[in-house]
């Protein structure tokens, strides 16, 4: 392999130098574009040539033969290091945090190759999911305090455990809780938090009474990914849109990996999960409803996912939605950007139970009570594995890494979220 990671770090050197000569990337005139775009494919081909012959070597060497569990960015850092050229360095990154997203090389693009290649190999996908699927050291360093209180505020969400539940409430009040790598961040360690108390059995997500102008004082569940932040260059692949499937949302539905021998008929705490949506599910928010066990809903909300006008993949959506509710009606869903209101009779394929929106707060602790036991958690444990292989989910990933990258960075995506930025806020429409 030296002679090949030799070649990798001159090939990376030589794009890098194209890329130096010419303007930056929004200012690029269409035959600079061409020769970056040249530069950039020529690094890619060879960096997918080494990935197809070495991955399990590589990553390997980055985990110390697996002794070690590192997560997505610690990954790609060490990556970075000891193999240079085959992913973006620290101070590419960097450099690319500071512009907006039009103006970016797409050096993302090659952290997805990356990704590809490595979730894509049973053993060091594998691996990885295991890794992502270990609680936060966040988590770790606040749960004796939360253990003994019940009660932690995380910045963009808040989480209390009442009555043996553990209540996990999105208030990104000015946003209508669209997500960024911050709220990606706390609904983690909130996830975490709730699977490895012991006080918890059951957990819940809602969303926290807004302070946006054209909601002010009502509840509102999720706008979806927050299209200003994507336009700014805020939303990263992996800090976000990798971090967001393979980590919380995963967890809300395989548990959390803990290493205890007590525990020698499992390697996961996992618990039964209820969703309450006010107002509206868009994007990510509806996305999210699909690892719940039982998602109520207020009967004047409604729920989409508009991943054709967003111009993105909806995460892991199109995996999971054809399994729930058939391939001609999730392809109206996402192609065709369907809007659905809880009452109306299609919304029971993402939604359990519909109820007046005065009706609600008894629902919820109704849906409580009932997802409580040993017994819930063991059945759904063995419905889990039944609707959904950890391979599958794993190869679904390995092609949304690098597919996504892409869509990030395509003409199209730009055009969209830029036209959107001038009109909203934030959040997805």
Known sequence: MPEARKALTLAAERAEAVLAALPEAGRRSPAERAAAAVAKNEARALRCGFLDAHVDAVYAELTDHGTRHLRLAELVESAAIRFPGLVPSREQLAAERSRPQAAKEGHEIDQGIFFHRVLGSHSSGRHL???????TPRALDLLPGFTETGQADLGSVRIERRGGAARLTMCRDDCLNAEDPRQVEDMETAVDL????????????????????????????????????????????????????????????????????????????????VAAVDGFAIGGGAQLLLVFDHVLAASDSFLSIPAAQEGIIPGASNFRLTRVAGARFSRRLVLGGRKIWAAEPDARHLVDEV????????????????????????????????????????????EFAVQQALRMYDDDVLDKVRRFSTRKSAGSS
């Open 129 to 135: 999911l295991d890794a992502m699927l270990r609680p």
């Open 194 to 273: 709730a699977l490895l108390d012991p006080g918890t059995e059951v957990g819940l997500v809602r969303g926290g009474v807004m302070s946006h102008p054209r909601y002010s004082g009502r509840r509102i569940f999720s706008a979806g990914i927050n299209l200003k932040a994507l336009h700014g260059g805020g939303i990263s692949l992996v800090d976000f849109l990798l971090r967001r499937e393979l980590g919380y949302i995963h967890k809300l539905l395989r548990g959390i990996v803990v290493d205890d021998p007590a525990r020698w008929y499992s390697r996961t705490v996992e618990k039964p999960w």
């Open 355 to 398: 109820v007046d929106p005065a009706e609600l707060d008894d629902a919820i602790e109704r849906g409580l009570e009932a997802f409580r036991g040993p017994t819930i958690t063991a059945n759904r444990r063995m419905l889990v594995s039944a609707e959904e292989s950890v391979d599958a989910f794993r190869l679904y990933m390995a």
